[in-house]
């Protein structure tokens, strides 16, 4: 097995988020970018490696790790210089966690049910209801986003840039396809653009 780490990922999915993280990192490590148009992530290649059939999967020296929240701390762990996660402050590091937790199974879970409402329900009127409550509940997690976790901090914890910013950049690119206007959220929107001039993001998003 290779000694760097392989990440699987597709553009424009959370695992963007796991990719700029290590180029933040400064990390050396392979991308091997999935086709989602060809069903690729179902294919039994990547089923071998994630069983899940999703991405983000990053193979280790150690093993396969997936979850975007799992992932981006193991990228601040192994990589503490590049001071991605406050490390030394239990209190602070759990309070990330906490974002990343509410990005991963509420503000996540709540667009899916536009694209993958079928997971949920086989009945096409449930998915279409499901479909249509999208946008409030979009407006809503952003709204928490905007007055409970960002406020008038330049980051998600502050003066310092962490994998959470990354990944609230990642999430939050989503909204337009979600019929929710950014702009509706100041502070989001001013971060957006924060995260979308950093190096490392703008090679995150350069085409493969």
């Not at 150690?62 to 979850?67: A, I, K, N």
Request: hydrophobic letters at 45%; aromatic letters at 10%; proline letters at 7%.
């Amino acid at each position: 097995m290779s000694q760097n780490p392989t990440l699987y990922y597709a553009p424009g999915t959370c695992a963007q988020a796991v990719l700029i993280a290590l180029h933040e990192a400064g990390a050396a490590f392979e991308a091997k970018r999935l086709n989602f148009a060809e069903n690729e992530q179902r294919g039994a290649a990547y089923l071998a490696i994630n069983p899940k059939g999703r991405v983000p999967a990053l193979v280790t020296a150690q093993g396969v790790l997936s979850e975007t929240p799992a992932l981006l701390l193991y990228v601040a762990q192994t990589y503490p210089n590049a001071q991605l996660a406050p490390l030394n402050d239990p209190f602070q590091l759990a309070h990330m966690q906490e974002f990343n937790s509410f990005l991963a199974s509420t503000v996540h879970v709540s667009h899916a049910h536009r694209p993958r409402a079928s997971r949920w329900a086989d009945d096409e009127a449930a998915q279409a209801s499901m479909r249509a409550k999208v946008p409030h509940n979009m407006r809503e997690a952003f709204a928490m986003i905007e007055q409970h976790y960002l406020g008038d901090k330049p980051w998600v914890m502050g003066d310092q840039y962490t994998v959470a910013d990354g990944y609230l950049f990642t999430i939050a690119s989503w909204l337009k396809s979600d019929s929710v206007d950014i702009a509706e959220f100041p502070r989001v929107a001013a971060h957006f653009e924060r995260v979308k001039a950093r190096p490392a993001v703008q090679k995150a998003l350069a085409p493969a």
